[in-house]
């Protein structure tokens, strides 16, 4: 017997808003008992400047979460504290490797309700931490949008996150749309699985244009010396300061270090969504495609422990879950290729990925102008400059200026450069690379296939106006080329010369 196709209602999941929270997020908690919350959370900017942050907090009482009542309540709660917690880590000249129980009891109990790590996950960044400008206009419109709580008061952090906001909701409607896909697939109507594919693709070419309004509000220089730096996790941090993690004083005398990944747009549950319905998967980093495998009723995948795996855990229970619900009942793809035969179902299917590669490399555009030259530059400057004058501040942007003895790179006994590691064993550049190109493999139509699985050649051999390089010429610029260690969001990362991560898709 077929398994249930999921109801969005049981998993907390809104049919217009999607991952979004049905009802908006709160801009204060009612209960005067939260004021001191609320007040360090609207003066946080101000108390990060003035480094006098983790004095208020030192000194704030710990309170109980027994004021909370509804689910709102208790994200505004979470919101609140992870943007404190990583306020609190990295806003002095050296991170703490200690979160106070003013904060840590509190965020530990919250974290536990809502099912999310204590940290400053997509969830309390994005999802759960924005407000419409106009009620009676959509949430989708970037000019509709504004920002509950920042680090930095900037206009750059408050549309770096609301572009993902905005993406969420547009994309929406999709999560319904699918399941009546998948449903329709069960029955065998071609015909409404085909005018459903048609409308994820254009919604999918939506996103992409939404994705590429990045660069119209938030300064990549901004986001990679002011920003990015709070949003670190305690994972795989050394270099940033953090070799052990962070302690959450509990009270219990038993506390021991913790490691989070930091906020990654690989915990959006929107864009696994994508890959579970239309059947695509992502191995672990650097794994081959090999035979495939033998699935239940659909081809989306077994999970596997690769890096996307891992972010599920850092998703609310609840849509973690339904991720796993929508894995058991998967079938597009299956369904496409059983019917090979229909030209306008193929193409349509084809298409969905297409538009979702297209999306993927986007964003390898944007990690490129808002991680690898931005880092590249700052090592380029610390060169020219003395040790001394380099070594004022450790936190993330200050890692790859300062590269000690050790971190930047590991030398095997051959003289080679082993590639530093991110998030779970994740090598940035391979991953990116790696889940976009998986993303066409699903492809039915030969010439899809073909045309989504070529190799992009950037370096100019028999083009016309740059010429033909001597035979070898590539390979010898290739070697010589340095390579970038860039910290990630959440790990270090070895680059090369043209990608780089901001977060995962």
């Known amino acids: 017997m077929l398994p249930p ?26 209960d005067p008992y939260y004021n001191k919350w609320e007040a360090i959370a609207a003066n946080l900017q101000a108390l990060i400047l003035s480094k006098r942050l983790r004095g208020v907090v030192d000194r704030l009482p710990v309170l109980d979460t027994i004021g909370l009542e509804h689910d709102a309540e208790w994200r505004r709660a979470y919101s609140l504290l992870s943007f404190m917690a990583h306020g609190y880590i990295w806003s002095g000249d050296s991170p703490s490797d200690r979160l106070p129980p003013s904060i840590a009891v509190p965020l530990l109990k919250i974290s536990e309700h809502l099912e999310v790590p204590p940290v400053a996950t997509y969830a309390a960044v994005c999802l759960w931490n924005f407000k419409p400008l106009f009620m009676d206009e959509d949430i989708d419109n970037l000019e509709n949008l504004a920002t509950l709580s920042t680090f930095t008061g900037a206009i750059d952090e408050s549309w770096f996150y609301l572009v993902s906001v905005a993406m969420e909701a547009r994309g929406a409607p999709i999560i319904p749309l699918m399941l009546t896909a998948i449903a329709a697939a ?18 999918l070419d939506d996103l992409t244009t939404l994705l590429q309004r990045m660069h119209e509000s938030c300064d990549p220089k901004i986001f990679y010396d002011r920003i990015r730096p709070f949003l670190a996790g305690s994972k795989n ?101 059983e019917h090979r035969d229909d030209r306008p179902l193929c193409i349509a299917y084809d298409a969905c990925l297409a538009m979702l590669r297209a999306l993927r490399d986007k964003h390898i555009a944007i990690v490129t102008r808002y991680i690898v030259l931005p880092s590249k530059e700052v090592r380029t400057r610390s060169r020219s400059r003395s040790p001394e004058a380099v070594r004022r501040k450790i936190n993330l942007a200050t890692a790859s200026r300062q590269q000690p003895p050790g971190i930047a790179l590991d030398t095997r006994g051959d003289g080679k450069k082993d590639s530093l590691k991110g998030t779970g064993g994740t090598a940035l550049i391979s991953f990116l690379k790696q889940a976009r190109d998986e993303t066409g493999e699903p492809a039915v139509e030969a010439w899809a296939h073909r045309f989504m699985s070529r190799v992009i050649r950037t370096e100019g051999q028999g083009d016309f106006f740059a010429g033909k390089p001597e035979e070898g010429a590539g390979l010898q610029v290739a070697s010589q080329t340095e390579e970038a260690v860039i910290p990630g969001l959440a790990a270090s990362w070895t680059v090369d010369d043209d990608v780089g991560g901001i977060c995962y898709y």
């Open 237 to 337: 941090m050394a270099d940033a300061g953090l070799p052990h993690g962070v302690i959450y004083e509990d009270g219990s005398g038993k506390e021991e270090y913790r490691q989070y990944s930091g906020g990654s747009n690989a915990q959006s549950s929107l864009i696994q969504f994508f890959d579970i319905v239309l059947g695509i998967e992502h191995r672990p980093t650097g794994e081959k495609r090999g035979r495939p495998q033998e699935q239940g009723e659909g081809h989306a995948p077994a999970p596997k422990h690769n890096f996307l795996l891992e972010m599920r855990k850092y998703m609310p229970g609840p849509h973690a879950r339904f991720l796993n619900h929508v894995q058991s009942v998967a079938n597009i793809r299956e369904f496409v290729e």
């Open 5 to 30: 196709i999921p109801v969005l209602a049981d998993y907390g999941i809104s049919p217009t808003h999607g991952f979004l929270p049905d009802v908006l997020p709160l801009t204060r908690l009612p």
């Open 186 to 203: 069960r029955e065998a109507d071609a015909a409404t699985v085909t005018r459903c594919l048609h409308t994820f693709a254009e919604r």
